[in-house]
């Protein structure tokens, strides 16, 4: 018994990218074709793509799109995904599939994309590669079990194509499932190419008896048809499922060939339950259906002459058409009948195993895939006596369903009618069949565009261009004949030119292509603003520089400094950034892609931020004014000058040839903090600094004393104060001893009693500080007077009679200024003059007189004495006797006796002889 499929739309609930998007081949590919699919759900394909272009594609955003080369073993392949407009990076992947490359995306704007193949590892390739492109809508469809067959099968729906559903038994979400369903089956494939379906069990509650057996029971089938084997049959629930057979799991992945899944169930006529909720989805697999292939119309294979057609089924394809007496696709192949002479359409389709069942439609005329409407003759009969069908053998009808014998009308057609004609095997053991067009009077012609070819152009002057024949209808084997010879698909390392090739397919239709190998140019760049040598400051910056291009298709940049970067886009190359190294940069710019080895250089000169560094002298300095400062250097680098402030007078600065200088004698005192600032080169204004500082000379003033005075010896000196600035001490020179002179806290003192005479004239001399800065004076200190017996010795102790002029007395002396004297005797008297001292006179009295000479001014109590003994008038007194008396002579006379005073001795005269005194 057969069962029925039919198409119909799923889309995707989830949506992946697969694959590492740090490994994505650069956006620099070249265009092939648009490969938007005419209708979502919908798909397209290419069977001709290079490793090196990319084909454009129309989305809408939410629809959920799949991209991939699997199926196709030709070479390794890459797929990256690029947004056609902005050319941010959408999706990469690699080996997503075996060595091929899929994408599912679910798209986040409506616009163009672009898809790139390329050859691992994101090299050019020129070999074809086949690329598909299938669209689905958002969301996800609910199905639920049919429960009678169509047409008196055991198919109970059409099969669905989907990779987004939910699958249900007959009562949906919220009911339980009906009584009497007697093994009645539905298939679910993949509607993505070279993935397979995957069912997970979310719940299940199937009538039947815990360890014992099941009342009501579900198939889980490995493939699209009700004989397909099975994962498991069984009942009961997920958490304790009864098994009739296989192996229970609660997903299970379709590893048929044509990555399809169906179920099969049965129910009695009492007890039913809720039934089962399970989740379908795609997984990439091995097997699966191809993205392209005579299975689906939209690849339908043209049948050109009427000579016998040899084919085998494959399998159901990513779509499938359920209308007319068709109630499944299961292994099918179609063709694409162009009418090139009015006649009679008609066939006989010959199983090579008459045991095998196959069945056929025709559709048409002038109808296209996505819209073929009703088959116009269409035969799903069961197995005939010998296996045959077809159109004619004296038919009258259009249809046949199961029951009939297999044959319909012959059909009149018209030329430049076109057919689509789908051959339906049911088995997916099949030994194939062939078409025999015999009993037909039309013949049939080359659909137009059958082979294109497809170029790859070449560097001028070069042999690298491919030319390829693509074929878009055809039946194979294929054989191939070039007008510049050579009999493969492809034309390797070709020079430019035109290339023609024939193509005759395996129903001996011949079709002819051309195609041009197109010279291409050597890239060019062209400089077309900035300055491609320039100089700026590290970490500002560049003048942008732009080059525009010709052929190529990006560009490598080598040479720039840090933190400058070189793009290439739509043909146009800008060099920007703010370089952060300092350096002569001589960069280049290498065209990649397109033809020649194209370059451009230029050079970037990028200058360090000025600097300055001592290199000699202090710059933190202390000098006396009018004394030159060491001189202070610096060295610099990106400078072209120097501004110099806060220096003192006398001071300057200088720049020559990377150096400053810093030199010269202050004329001011005070504290300096000088700045150098640099001028040109880069940065912000670079400087040092450092202080000089100017010490004045040292100051000494009196204060308090007199620095020129007179002491006399050994009398202590009024002290002489000098308040002094800038000086450590201070030195003294020229004081009488007993003087001296110390110096604390900027207060010079000068003090002490001079035990020496003479003219001192002192000299203060500050140490520390600055200049030679003194202070002088005079101490004279005074001897004490003296007073010196300058006349005759003896003359100052003298004697002398009253009223007799003594003589004179004098002294010299020194210091004194005038005398006094005492002690001297009535009319002596003493005087001064000019040091000398006299006295002198004539005593009017007598008596001893002890006199003294006083020296007055000058220094000390100095006197000199004497005596002066004024000695009265001599006296003489008769004491005995008698002064006048007479004797005899020779007598002796009485003793006259004087008392004298003053006399020291007499003489004596008119004694008479012999008398005597």
């Known amino acids: 018994m057969k069962k029925i499929y039919s198409y119909l739309a799923a889309a995707l609930l989830s949506i992946f990218i697969t694959g590492n998007v740090f490994s994505q081949c650069a956006n620099d590919n070249t265009l092939w074709i648009d490969l938007t699919p005419a209708s979502c ?64 995306w ?20 020129s070999t ?10 958002p969301g996800g469809n609910t199905y639920t079990h049919p429960t009678t067959g169509l047409q008196g099968t055991y198919l109970g729906a059409c099969m669905v194509n989907t990779c987004n559903a939910t699958y249900y038994d007959n009562g949906g979400a919220g009911s339980n499932y009906a009584n009497n369903i007697n093994l009645i089956y539905r298939t679910f494939c993949p509607s993505q190419p070279n993935t397979c379906i995957t069912a997970t069990v979310n719940s299940m509650d199937i009538e039947g008896v815990t360890g014992s057996g099941c009342y009501d029971y579900l198939y889980v089938l490995n493939g699209p048809t009700q004989n397909s084997p099975y994962f498991w049959v069984g009942c009961l629930t997920n958490a304790a499922p009864y098994t009739m057979g296989g192996t229970w799991s609660t997903t299970y992945t379709s590893t048929d060939a044509s990555g399809c899944i169906g179920f099969r169930f049965y129910s009695d006529n009492t007890v039913n339950r809720p039934g089962w909720n399970i989740t379908l989805s795609c997984s990439p697999c091995a097997g699966g259906p191809a993205p392209t292939g005579s299975f689906d119309c939209s690849n339908s294979a043209s049948i050109c002459g009427t000579t016998n057609l040899v084919g085998t089924s494959t399998g159901p394809g990513l779509t499938s058409e359920c209308n007319g007496c068709v109630v499944a696709e299961n292994f099918t192949t179609w063709y694409k009948i162009s009418i090139a002479s009015n006649g009679t359409l008609a066939f006989t389709l010959n199983p090579n195993n008459n045991t095998e069942d196959y069945d056929f439609a025709l559709y048409g005329p002038n109808v296209t895939c996505g819209s073929l409407g009703s088959p116009i003759r269409c035969s799903y009969a069961a197995i005939t006596v010998n296996g045959n069908t077809g159109m004619g053998n004296g038919a009258s009808d259009a249809s046949e369903d199961v029951t009939g014998d297999g044959w319909v009308s012959t059909l009149a057609v018209t030329a430049g009618q076109t057919y689509y004609l789908m051959i339906n095997g049911w088995s997916a053991v099949s030994s194939g069949f062939n078409i025999n067009w015999s009993t037909g009077t039309t013949t049939f012609g080359v659909p137009p565009g059958s082979v294109s070819v497809q170029t790859n152009s070449t560097c001028t002057g070069q042999s690298q261009g491919t030319a390829c024949a693509v074929i878009n209808a055809g039946i194979p084997p294929y054989t191939y004949a070039w ?50 040598t320039q100089t700026v400051c ?7 520089i732009t080059y525009s291009t010709t052929g190529a298709t990006g560009a490598t940049f080598s040479g720039l400094p840090s933190g400058v970067t070189g793009s290439w886009a739509s043909n146009a190359i800008t060099i920007s950034g703010t370089p952060t190294a300092s350096g002569t940069f001589n960069y280049t710019v290498t065209l990649t892609g397109g033809c020649g080895t194209i370059t451009a250089s230029g050079t970037i000169t990028v200058n360090p931020n000025n600097s300055i560094t001592l290199t000699s002298g202090n710059n933190n300095q202390t000098r006396c004014i009018n004394t030159a400062i060491s001189n202070i250097t610096y060295t610099t680098t990106g400078a072209t000058g120097a501004t110099f402030s806060g ?27 000088y700045t150098v600032t640099l001028t040109g080169g880069c940065g912000a204004a670079a400087s040092a600094s450092g202080t000089i500082t100017v010490n004045p000379n040292n100051t000494i003033t009196l204060t308090t004393g007199n620095n020129n005075q007179t002491r006399c010896i050994n009398t202590a000196i009024s002290n002489i104060s000098y308040n002094t600035t800038g000086a450590t001490g201070a030195t003294f020179s020229g004081l009488p001893t007993g003087v001296t002179g110390s110096w604390a806290s900027n207060v010079v003192t000068i003090s002490g009693t001079p035990s020496v005479s003479g003219t001192f004239n002192y000299t203060v001399t500050l140490t520390g500080g600055c200049g030679t800065v003194t202070a002088s004076g005079t101490i004279t200190v005074t001897p004490n007077n003296t007073i010196t017996l300058s006349s005759a010795a003896g003359t100052n102790n003298q004697t002398r009679c009253i009223n007799t002029a003594i003589t004179n007395i004098t002294y010299s002396s020194t210091g004194a200024t005038g005398a006094t004297f005492s002690g001297l005797p009535t009319g002596v008297t003493g005087s001064y003059s000019g040091g000398n001292i006299t006295i ?11 006199y003294t000479v006083t020296l007055t001014g000058g220094c000390g109590t100095v006197s ?31 003793n006259i006796t004087y008392t004298s005073s003053g006399a020291t001795g007499a003489t004596f005269s008119g004694l008479p002889t012999g008398v005597t005194g």
């Open 41 to 104: 759900p919908g798909s397209a394909s290419t069977s001709c793509i290079f490793g090196g272009e990319y084909s454009t594609v129309s989305v809408t955003a939410g629809n959920i799109y799949v991209f991939q080369t699997c199926g196709d073993t030709d070479f390794d392949t890459q797929i990256t995904l690029y947004d056609n407009s902005s050319g941010t990076l959408i999706g990469y992947n690699d080996d997503g599939c075996g060595m091929q490359s899929t994408i599912t």
């Open 106 to 125: 679910t798209a986040t704007f409506t616009g163009v994309v672009r898809v790139l193949v390329d050859r691992y590892n994101c090299i050019n390739e």
């Open 128 to 137: 074809c590669m086949t690329l598909s492109v299938t669209c689905s809508p």
């Open 483 to 532: 007008n510049v010879g050579g009999s493969s698909a492809c034309l390797n390392n070709q020079p430019a030119g035109t290339y023609t090739v024939t193509v005759t397919d395996g129903s001996l239709c011949t079709s002819v292509a051309s195609g041009t190998v197109a010279p291409i140019p050597n890239n060019t760049i062209t400089l077309t603003s900035g300055n491609s």
């Open 538 to 544: 590290i970490n500002n910056a560049i003048a942008n």
């Open 647 to 673: 220096l003192p007078s006398g001071v300057s600065g200088n720049w020559a040839s990377n150096t400053v200088t810093i030199s010269g004698t202050p004329t001011a005192s005070g504290t300096f903090n």
């Open 840 to 850: 002198s006179g004539t005593p009017t009295v007598s008596g001893t007189f002890n």
């Open 864 to 894: 000199a004495t004497g005596t002066i003994t004024v000695t009265p008038n001599n006296t003489i007194t008769l004491t005995t006797g008698n002064n006048n008396q007479t004797v005899c002579i020779n007598t002796a006379i009485a």
